[in-house]
């Protein structure tokens, strides 16, 4: 899950699945865990190939700024203008898979 050693990425599927930023200090194997059983939850597969059908994106995407907007995050100017920024970051990564 190359999530996990991606800061962009991995602070949307933080956000996306609710998880506290101090998940970091958990045992990475725990992590791994986590992530991937909440990934499957949310969006029906743990597979972060899953991210390259536009449909699916659009969800990670939507639920990225739901998910920010509920936690109080940073005003966002134009509607997911933060995601796609972090998302766009991280298009090496899903270019990859």
């Known amino acids: 899950f190359t999530v996990m050693g991606n800061p962009p990425l991995r602070r949307v ?10 998940i970091g200090a958990i045992d990475i194997d725990r992590q791994l865990a986590i992530f991937k059983a ?5 969006f029906g597969s743990a597979d972060i ?9 659009d969800a990670l995407v939507r639920s990225f700024l739901l998910a920010s907007e509920k936690a109080g995050g940073a005003a966002i100017t ?6 796609l ?3 766009r970051a991280s298009s090496a990564l899903f270019a990859r898979l």
């Not at 599927?13 to 101090?22: D, G, M, N, Y």
């Not at 909440?38 to 949310?42: G, S, V």
């Not at 190939?49 to 994106?57: I, S, V, Y």
């Not at 134009?78 to 995601?83: L, S």
């Open 78 to 83: 134009e509607p997911g203008a933060r995601a």
């Open 13 to 22: 599927f933080e956000t996306v699945l609710r998880l506290p930023a101090s």
């Open 38 to 42: 909440r990934t499957e939850a949310q």
């Open 49 to 57: 190939a899953q991210f390259k059908d536009p449909k699916k994106l």
């Open 85 to 87: 920024e972090l998302l």
